[in-house]
């Protein structure tokens, strides 16, 4: 696939974000109008990993409302957030202003977030929980991460595991609860295609543009793209709880986020690497 066809199925992706934008926005999944602590979205090992944020310069990329950019901006990072998405930004700055919290938004593809943020550079940048799937060059990504930390700078990537994206409910009537091994762990045969009314959130269907493109990205290819753009992997977490309950079938565990029953398998990773 040629980078002109990468770029127009990332457009119809960004129509599809500012589509879904405000299903999300009146969503309970997102609970924006609850002022609940935007730091349920992190796992307690995300802040072991990103060490002190006080006076450090945050870049959250692919930052959709803000949700966890917030986060950051409470522990006194000087916080800012991208997203190629006007309606995602236009949302994420209200939400900073009603939370009295100083956060910058940019609304950028990735791809161009050297360019949109005029040089700056950052001690962490920080992506991920839904982020990379949208991304169809990782090679091209780690790059443009590499350009945007400063030398010593972190990169921490939490996303939901490959393996996750792999399993699906057993085919039948309905969803039972059983899940197989349905969908490609690796990348590499292009995108996938939906098109789907629903967004992930509970809320009425999405009007307006309802296409949109993903493309797995297996461990190895997330770990080869950025140690080629010179950073080094200093820790890779795996994790079996997710934020919510992404199936029926997911329990609550003690630190509030949900699991599957036995076999104990990752659903979540972090990874940890220094420019
Ligand atoms: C699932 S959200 C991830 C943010 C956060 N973890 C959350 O769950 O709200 C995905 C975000 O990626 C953004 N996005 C997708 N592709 C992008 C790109 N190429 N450049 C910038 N933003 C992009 C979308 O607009 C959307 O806001």
């Known amino acids: 696939m040629t980078s002109a066809e990468h770029a127009r199925l990332m457009r119809a992706n960004q129509a599809n974000w500012d589509a879904r934008t405000p299903v999300h926005v009146t969503s309970r999944f997102y609970g924006l109008d609850e002022d609940l602590d935007p730091e349920r979205w992190f796992a307690a090992f995300e802040w072991e990993d990103l060490g002190e944020l006080s006076g450090r310069d945050v870049l959250h990329l692919q930052c959709h409302l803000g949700t966890e950019t917030l986060a950051f901006a409470r522990r006194g990072a000087r916080a800012v957030g991208l997203d190629f998405s006007a309606a995602s930004v ?16 940019v609304q950028a593809n990735v791809y161009d977030a050297v360019k949109a943020l005029e040089g700056r550079r950052f001690d962490v940048v920080y992506t991920g929980k839904g982020a990379l799937c949208y991304l169809p060059d990782l090679d091209r990504w780690a790059d443009v991460v590499a350009g945007l930390l400063r030398p010593g700078g972190r990169l921490y990537v939490v996303e939901f595991h490959p393996l996750l994206h792999a399993l699906g409910p057993k085919p039948g009537l309905g969803e039972g609860p059983e899940l197989l091994l349905r969908h490609d762990y690796l990348g590499g045969a292009g995108p996938v295609h939906r098109d789907a009314t629903h967004t992930y959130t509970d809320g009425p269907a999405v009007e307006g543009a309802t296409d949109s493109y993903e493309w797995m990205h297996g461990m190895g290819e997330v770990v080869t ?43 979540l990773y972090g990874l940890l690497a220094l420019r």
Do not use: Q
């Open 90 to 105: 236009t949302a994420a700055r209200d939400l900073a202003a009603k939370s009295g919290l100083d956060v910058t938004y």
């Open 225 to 267: 793209a950025v140690t080629e753009a010179g950073m080094s992997v200093r820790r890779l977490r795996e994790s079996d709880e997710l934020p919510w309950p992404r199936w029926p079938r997911m329990v609550r565990t003690d630190s509030g986020w949900w699991r599957l029953p036995e076999p104990r398998i990752p659903l």
